[in-house]
């Protein structure tokens, strides 16, 4: 097939599943046309089979706000009609599927180009919502050909809040399980944690979203009873704000602000604890990335988190906001070895098992061939 991909190409999960897809499907032999205003970060090398077509953003004076949403449709049509693209397939609702209809219209008397929409998180459960916006989503959902969701939880907010009638396929993020594989990288854990202490972990973008500050609290609490140090990876708006209370709490010496970071595999596979502790999270693929090196979760309720994350058997789930109760997981994982060795298997075989790469990806290729009824 060829196939035209549109993401956010700079950090972020829908942006990382999509490039990820991308570079499976060329793989197995598909075309696989990027188009967006960079490259996405994680396609830094050449692969075959996979071309980039960047959107120009035009600067002219008299638009005081860039016209990407436009610009994104133009770039869309021209490729699809040029490179004969069987179907668009854009990742995070706003503004992707709104241009992939503009597109779609403007090829109609030439061909007809399928749109398959990937539904990832705040694109429905939040900015979506923003009355500005909703009725724009509403729309460019039920004008999609195919649509998908990256768990039971988002398929259901959009039906609920978006009163969709489109069926809508819940297709999981997935992992390269073969590249986040535990492995013990001593030079990593020799330098965060020089004395044997335990090292606990999260990743994210720093939005208010992600609750980075429990994440603070929640370590603090853990550091009293047991030697251990926190690793942030990931850099955003709340960033500030945690450096700050990490002072505050005298935990400065104690949490490692990493910024973001490429070898994510080798922090990973060196830490011992994944905490998630978000206000909301559709899927949640920064703690499947964990689990798949082996980390058992300490996670939220929210979202999707309750299909990824299984309780007492890869990890422990509370309320929201339940510092103390996440506080108490963590030490009770730390203060029992075999508990946490039958944790840590457990989160690398749930990956390993539902959500590898080779599980979801095919799944994508069925839903492409149902929807282009070949
Ligand atoms: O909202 C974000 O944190 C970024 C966002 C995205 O679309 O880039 O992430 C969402 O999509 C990821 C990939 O499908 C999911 O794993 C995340 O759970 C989801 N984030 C939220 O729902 C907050």
Do not use: W
Request: hydrophobic fraction near 40%; charge should be neutral.
């Amino acid at each position: 097939m060829k196939i035209g991909i549109t993401c956010y190409p700079t950090y972020g999960g829908s942006g990382v599943i999509a490039t990820e897809l991308g570079k499976e499907l060329a793989i197995r032999g598909h075309e696989v046309h990027f188009i967006s205003y960079a490259l996405p970060f994680r396609l830094s090398h050449y692969i075959e089979n996979i071309f980039f077509h960047e959107v120009e953003i035009s600067s002219y004076p008299l638009f005081e706000f860039p016209l990407y949403s436009l610009t994104l449709a133009s770039k869309m049509s021209e490729v699809a009609e040029f490179e004969k693209l069987d179907l668009l397939h854009v990742h995070y609702a706003i503004p992707h599927a709104a241009s992939a209809f503009l597109a779609k219209e403007m090829l109609k008397k030439n061909k007809e180009l399928k749109i398959i929409t990937t539904l990832h998180g705040t694109d429905i459960t939040l900015v979506g919502l923003e009355p500005s916006f909703l009725p724009l989503v509403k729309f460019s959902i039920e004008k999609s050909d195919g649509v998908t969701a990256v768990s039971r939880f988002l398929r259901e907010k959009t039906i609920t809040n978006y009163s969709c009638e489109n069926e809508i396929n819940v297709i999981p993020n997935f992992v390269d399980s073969d590249l986040f594989k535990p492995n013990n990288c001593d030079e990593f854990r020799k330098s965060v944690a020089p004395n044997g202490e335990k090292i606990l972990v999260h990743t994210s973008n720093f939005r208010i979203v992600k609750r980075v500050a429990d994440t603070i609290r929640i370590f603090e609490k853990v550091q009293k009873k047991i030697p251990s140090k926190l690793v942030l990876v990931g850099d955003g708006p709340d960033r500030s704000e945690c450096e700050r209370l990490c002072r505050q709490l005298d935990l400065y010496d104690k949490v490692r602000f990493l910024g973001k970071q490429d070898g994510l595999v080798e922090i990973l596979a060196s830490s011992d604890l994944f905490l998630i502790p978000s206000q909301s999270e559709s899927f949640g693929l920064a703690a499947l990335e964990a689990m798949s090196c082996g980390l058992p979760v300490i996670s939220s309720s929210v979202g999707g988190l309750p299909e990824l994350v299984r309780h007492n058997e890869t990890g422990y789930i509370a309320e929201i906001g339940d510092i103390e109760r996440m506080a108490k997981y963590s030490i009770e994982l730390f203060t029992n070895e075999k508990k946490y060795k039958l944790f840590s298997e457990a989160a690398r075989e749930r990956a390993v098992n539902k959500f590898d790469k080779n599980k979801v990806v095919p799944q994508y290729e069925d839903y492409y061939k149902k929807i282009l009824g070949t």
